[in-house]
T-cell receptor, first 118, second 114 residues
Framework: GAGVSQTPSNKVTEKGKYVELRCDPISGHTALYWYRQSLGQGPEFLIYFQGTGAADDSGLPNDRFFAVRPEGSVSTLKIQRTERGDSAVYLC????????????????FGPGTRLTVL | AQSVSQHNHHVILSEAASLELGCNYSYGGTVNLFWYVQYPGQHLQLLLKYFSGDPLVKGIKGFEAEFIKSKFSFNLRKPSVQWSDTAEYFCAVNVLYGNNRLAFGKGNQVVVIP
């Protein structure tokens, strides 16, 4: 079956602009995660959705970052007034569920969106 | 908050050499442990995982990892590397019964010379 997909694969924007990054999780996966990977670093957690609601948004760096998942499937990460420091690869992952069954919590990652803010 | 440490960020090996990558985590509760691999131009893929049971875990492509609870470690090993093992390797941890967020180490960039 299809894996996690993300669009666009690359996004170049100018400082101060608004961007939207899209994630299509694996069909049937209830949990969706966004991570950010800066150059030379491992991925860092941003936000996690269980269904339509953001269950944990403690990783969002500031209020310029916002994410939605209105129908419990596709998610959009929105960044307002972009800054050069926002340049990174934004990764999306999904898992079947989150709960006591660790094997059902396994996260599958998409290819990422490389964001460059000039 | 959990933290994950990976040392020796850049590793250069010849083919057939043995590889060991260290991973230490800070959380003291029950954890799930993972190694992910990112080949050049590709996305993150799961190499192996530990949830419970036998602390010696075997993954794909001849990799294995050993969970040593007393040392808070989950080191990755491969007895004989190939050129195709050139990749970046990430150790990750999440907390059982938590919100499933993964905490990643900084990664090890491994280059295997033919």
């Amino acid at each position: 079956g299809a894996g996690v997909s993300q669009t666009p694969s690359n996004k170049v924007t100018e400082k101060g602009k608004y961007v939207e990054l899209r994630c299509d999780p694996i069909s049937g996966h209830t949990a969706l995660y966004w991570y950010r990977q800066s150059l030379g670093q491992g991925p860092e957690f941003l936000i996690y959705f269980q269904g339509t609601g953001a269950a944990d948004d403690s990783g969002l760096p500031n209020d310029r970052f916002f994410a939605v998942r209105p129908e419990g499937s596709v998610s959009t990460l929105k960044i307002q007034r972009t800054e050069r420091g926002d340049s990174a690869v934004y990764l999306c992952a999904s898992s079947l569920e989150v709960g006591e069954r660790a094997d059902l919590n396994e996260q599958f990652f998409g290819p990422g969106t490389r964001l460059t803010v000039l | 908050a959990q933290s994950v440490s990976q040392h020796n960020h850049h590793v250069i090996l010849s083919e057939a050499a043995s590889l060991e990558l260290g991973c230490n985590y800070s959380y003291g509760g029950t954890v799930n442990l993972f190694w992910y691999v990112q080949y050049p131009g590709q996305h993150l893929q799961l190499l192996l995982k530990y949830f419970s049971g036998d602390p010696l875990v075997k993954g794909i492509k001849g990799f294995e990892a050993e969970f040593i609870k007393s040392k808070f470690s989950f080191n990755l090993r491969k007895p004989s590397v190939q050129w195709s093992d050139t990749a970046e390797y990430f150790c990750a941890v999440n907390v059982l019964y938590g919100n499933n967020r993964l905490a990643f180490g900084k990664g090890n960039q491994v280059v295997v010379i033919p």
